[in-house]
């Protein structure tokens, strides 16, 4: 059963308790119950089906986003969009879908002692894949605004291809970040919660996790506050779970502030917060692009993702609708006005650092708020900016290659490009924190696994280093980015790591 309140203080003694139910938390509490474990879901955000997903950004960030969509670094210089609803991120991502590379899980071998292998994964992908519809693109139902990366790289003689999709009988709204209104997108609470449900688990929307009690090497008891649906106000109810075992399955940022808001400081909790920090640009085009409509993200390029010169990244697109766009593009008043007007001409594409594989990155940390809410500081270094440069001069090539009018950069005074020899104004224009639009939704680590206790929060099978009835199973413990979208690794480490858990609870 899915509640969304309570009119009174409860007390809960199930086998789990799991915290969070996006990929992560959904899919431990649906292999938990149908093993027979009694299992209790907290979930800080509401819960939306399809009819209150009415495409409108107005509605959509307010009510399915971290902070009401406005969530960033401490000084403001990168854009955190996380999710914030029963189902988590999966509610709106933009459905890309990718296993863990190969590569990714050596670097975790060779630096943190970890044994996953894509061996191991396997089943679990597949598994995932065949619940979750997903399938790669065929490029002929690709947008115009992803099927410019496309053209445009194949005219450069670089790697690109279509993604996969978590998507059944898709009608191409394009609104996959504000709520699928059709049911397409296989969000986990469609698939794996919806399988918990069936199997037993009770999922408690609205209620905020404030801290885990502990003693000695035991977790005693989960305290949550119920909140005033569509708020993040608290009604002044609670919930006790005391539980066999505890799940933490907040996400990368969230996780992290839980341990931390409850003493839990031992190994380096919050920090090595990984983000693939994200550049626009915005490519004019005479011809209509139409960017707010179609799948927003079938085409991806991971030419650039293992460069001598700096960090990877990778190119994707994002879509072009008037909120997400107007926030995005530089300037006021009448700049803002004449570049929106021109918005079904434009195209957007976006370029990902691949953060965490150098070892002088330290990337992100999370600490708490004097409120208790999350603190997050990613300090900008060269490396960053290097990345940053190289990435914004590629997806410039792209749009060229493929003749748009002009390519615009998001730095607070725009470079404007429109041939090869312009593409030196992007190294002369002036960067650092809020000088150049920055954007996260992939957000991981904080709570990275590893053998070594005093470089790692949870051990490599995710179970707390101190407090033994104590996992943490999501995109928090990755070591690193992985340099593709993360939904689905989370989903599949999560599956791996069930097995623990089961074992854990008895």
Known sequence: MIRTNSDKDVVLKPDVCVVGSGPGGAMVASRLSRAGAKVVVLEEGGYHTKADFDMQEATAYPRLYQDRGNRATADLAIQVLQGRAVGGGTVVNWTTSYRTPDHVLEHWRRSEGLALTSQMLRPHFEEVERRLGIEKVDPEDTNPNNRAIYDGCHKLGWQVDTTSRNVRQCLRTGYCGMGCPVDAKQTATLTYLADAVAAGTDVYANCRVEKIEWQGKRATGVVGAFLEPGTQQATGRTARVEARVVVVSGGAINSPVILLRSGLEQGPVGRKTWLHPVVAMGAFYDQ?????????????????????????????????????????MPGFGALLRSNMAMLPHVCATIALMID?????????????????????????????????????????????????????????????????????????????????????????????????????????QLRHHVVENLFVIDGSVFPTSLGVNPMESIYAVASWASDHVRAAAG
């Open 356 to 460: 965490g594989f150098h070892p002088e990155e330290n990337g992100g940390t999370v600490t708490v708020r004097d409120g208790g809410g999350p603190k997050l500081d990613y300090p900008f270094t060269e490396r960053m900016y290097e990345c940053f440069r190289a990435a914004m001069k590629a997806v410039a090539r792209i749009h060229m290659a493929n003749g748009a009018r002009e390519i615009v950069s998001f730095h607070s005074e725009p470079v404007r490009i429109v041939n090869e020899k312009d593409l030196a104004r992007l190294d002369a224009a002036p960067l650092g924190p809020n000088r150049l639009a920055v954007f996260t939704a992939h957000q991981m680590g904080g709570c990275r696994m590893g053998a070594d206790a005093s470089r790692s929060v949870v051990n490599p």
């Open 288 to 328: 209509r692009i139409e960017g707010f409509y179609g799948a927003p993200q079938s085409v991806a390029s991971h030419h650039f993702a293992h460069r001598n010169e700096g960090a990877g990244f990778f190119i994707e697109a994002a879509p072009v609708h008037p909120m997400l766009s107007s926030i995005a």
